[in-house]
């Protein structure tokens, strides 16, 4: 057998049903590998041995007694630190919350619990979870294990590095604007956004509701080497919780659809540099060896005037120049150029014509959308529409700030308009991971998950990567 840290969740999940291997030894060498690699990328900021093997233990205590393990019968699961984790800060990255414990857990933290995960540690985020590097001042920099001096994506960031990694074959992240797929692309491994409603989420710790932006926008969803993983991972995930009131009881699974795609390499104008356009027609041509009729085609429906939209819908409502003080108390240098970058665009913030205007146009264009994807259900495009930028880019003057926005034009505008969307890495050993975007009509993950089980050549996992200095 190879080791256990390399094995997918499905595959250990089997193992620990069937008794061939216990829980506790799953979790061991899950601790043991976080040992040996976490130090040189920093993915995990915090980890409680003891919890982690009482968890696994209590999975084998179920078995032994001939109950059922859940469906994630002791997989290790890692849990981003903006949500929250009974007796765990929920830090989101910030100093100010280093002592912000919470008395209970999210849904998305109880629900992988119930189907049979072991909760391995918390991954890191840049402060305030809104930058596409992540760093910040209480837990430090995460770096990507495949290079160093590429980010690993952000807000997800040390989500997405620990799977690259091996540190547990599943990991939670979320999504609002790209934060969770823009990791897994960085990273070289897969990440759904999923619908929102389709997976609950609480923060018991936060001090007010989420703001109409992330109500609208904001998802929880998985990382992960295959597409199995995910598949088993969203499944768990979207249990029912009271506590969300947006949770959709919607089937996992939805009617048949034809095997139909429109690949779109330069969306909306979008400079898409040739090592992406060259992932995008792998992707494509994989598709096709796999039965699917792909289109190319020059345009799609509305895109670029959705990023104008989120900025609007995130901040309408709240004072932009109380989250702007925020920022500033906190002090992190990435956090403030990012919160500049939005107060030169909305000035004093969005009003509510603003904001009512941006509801008018978002649902002219989702209209358009879901008219679109009735032809194609499938949708290529790109993730980024350059490969993973160095480190700090971002922070390297104007023009690099502005090539930063503009690369992420789907990552952005998708969530105002609701969509599901996957991330799907396409390796190439030689070079810094890539990957294509595959998007879907609401609550039509399962076509996501279809085409990227035909992108990745049957399903075939992504290995972990040792890291550099590990």
Request: with cysteine; charged share 20%; aromatic share 4%.
């Amino acid at each position: 057998m190879n080791p256990l840290w390399t094995l997918t969740a499905t595959e250990i999940a089997a193992l620990v049903r069937g008794r061939q291997v216990s829980a506790r030894e799953v979790a061991s060498a899950a601790l043991a590998r976080l040992d040996a690699v976490n130090p040189a990328i920093n993915a995990v900021v915090a980890c409680r041995p003891g919890e982690v093997l009482a968890a696994a233990d209590a999975t084998d205590a179920r078995i032994a007694a001939g109950g059922d393990p859940g469906p994630l019968a002791g997989v290790p699961v890692t849990i981003k630190v903006n949500i929250d984790q009974k007796g765990h800060a929920t830090t989101n990255g910030l100093r100010a919350n280093r002592d912000l414990v919470a008395d209970g857990n999210s849904p998305v933290v109880d629900n992988l619990r119930v189907a049979g995960a072991t909760i391995l540690g918390r991954t890191n985020t840049p402060a305030f979870s809104m930058r596409w590097f992540t760093d910040n001042q209480l837990h430090g920099r995460t770096l990507n294990p495949r290079d160093a001096s590429v980010t690993p994506g952000g807000s997800s960031g040390g989500a997405a590095a620990a799977v690259a990694a091996g540190i547990g074959p599943i990991a939670h992240g979320n999504d609002i604007g790209g934060s969770l797929r823009y990791p897994a692309y960085a990273c070289g491994v897969h990440g759904l956004r999923p619908t929102p409603g389709r997976i609950a989420a609480f923060n018991g710790t936060a001090p007010t509701e989420p703001s109409i932006g992330a109500q609208l926008m904001s998802v929880q969803g998985p990382i992960a080497r295959c597409m199995s993983d995910l598949r088993l991972a969203l499944a768990a995930m979207s249990a029912p919780d009271a506590r969300d009131p947006w949770w959709v009881p919607a089937p996992l699974g939805g009617p048949d659809f034809p095997r139909r795609a429109a690949l779109c390499v330069r969306p909306d104008g979008l400079e898409t540099e040739p090592e992406v356009e060259a992932a995008l027609r792998a992707a494509s041509a994989r598709l096709v060896d796999d039965g699917w009729q792909v289109d190319e085609v020059d345009a799609l429906p509305p895109l670029r005037e959705m990023v104008s939209l989120q900025l609007i819908l995130m901040f309408g409502g709240d004072d932009i120049r109380a989250v702007r003080s925020a920022v500033y108390r906190e002090g992190d240098p990435g956090a403030i150029n990012t919160i500049e970058r939005v107060v030169s665009k909305l000035k004093d913030g969005p009003s509510l014509a603003d904001v009512s205007s941006a509801f008018r146009l978002r649902a002219a264009a989702l209209r358009k959308w879901l008219q679109y994807l009735e032809t194609w259900p499938a949708v290529l495009m790109p993730v980024s529409s350059r490969p993973p930028l160095p480190q700090d880019f971002d922070l390297q003057g104007l023009h690099n700030g502005n090539l930063t926005s503009e690369a992420q034009l789907t990552q952005v505008s998708l969530p105002v308009l609701g969509l599901p969307a996957l991330a799907v890495a396409v390796r190439d050993p030689e070079k810094i991971p890539s990957g294509v975007q595959v998007v879907a009509s609401r609550f039509r993950e399962d076509i996501l998950l279809a085409a990227g089980h035909s992108i990745t050549g049957q399903d075939t996992p992504i290995l972990p990567v040792t890291p550099f200095d590990a």
